[in-house]
């Protein structure tokens, strides 16, 4: 990971950095190296880290967090599978890095455990109403469906978030009364 971090700081052509399923979370100087890394990059617009066993130490979103605060250049990232609902304070770190990035358009948060906790969803509402830059949201396999609470809490942030284009809520256990309650959001391509 060491060489990972030395190319993205050198690297001016590299657009999309595909890294997943490398466990990287198994040793936390790898998300150090990776965040240094991108910390530094301007050229990388697409970031693909999922199934990386982030989840299993907080330090390792903390670092992810900090690298999407100051990088201005990745545009869609995609944290499929990373487990993050399995721990408060990576919803935590996810959320600030939600709300205070202004360059990500497209976030790819299925497979997350997000609605392990309703809590989780409490948090990442106040992150999506704030972000002005947010078109996509991928939220699949979360199992929102199983507490109405995250399907009202994501409702209300989409009211208010007016740069959101489409949202993907597939595998999510979500019935047909739940889906009505998203009805008054035409602008929103919303799928089931």
């Not at 950095?17 to 150090?32: D, F, R, T, V, Y």
């Not at 903390?62 to 990232?77: D, F, M, P, R, S």
């Amino acid at each position: 990971m060491l060489y990972l971090k030395e190319v993205l700081i050198n690297n001016t052509t590299i657009e999309i950095l595909g890294i997943s399923a490398n466990n990287l979370g198994i040793n936390e100087k790898n998300m150090l190296y990776l965040k240094e890394g991108l910390e530094k990059n301007t050229s990388i617009k697409k970031l693909i880290v999922g199934i990386n066993n982030i989840h299993r130490n907080q330090k390792n979103m903390q670092y992810l967090k900090e690298a999407l605060e100051i990088n201005n250049t990745i545009q869609n990232i995609s944290l499929e599978a990373s487990y993050l609902g399995e721990n408060f304070m990576n919803i935590l770190y996810l959320s600030q890095a939600l709300e205070k990035n202004s360059s990500i358009k497209t976030w790819g948060l299925n497979y997350n455990s997000l609605g392990k906790n309703q809590n989780n969803m409490l948090f990442l509402k106040t992150a999506i109403q704030n972000n002005k830059t947010i078109q996509t949201l991928n939220l699949g396999g979360n199992g929102f469906g199983e507490n109405k609470l995250n399907l009202i809490y994501l409702k209300e942030a989409l009211e208010i978030n007016k740069s959101i284009q489409k949202v993907y809520l597939k595998d999510n256990n979500i019935g047909e009364t739940e889906k009505n309650m998203y009805e008054n959001l035409k602008n929103i391509f919303l799928e089931f």
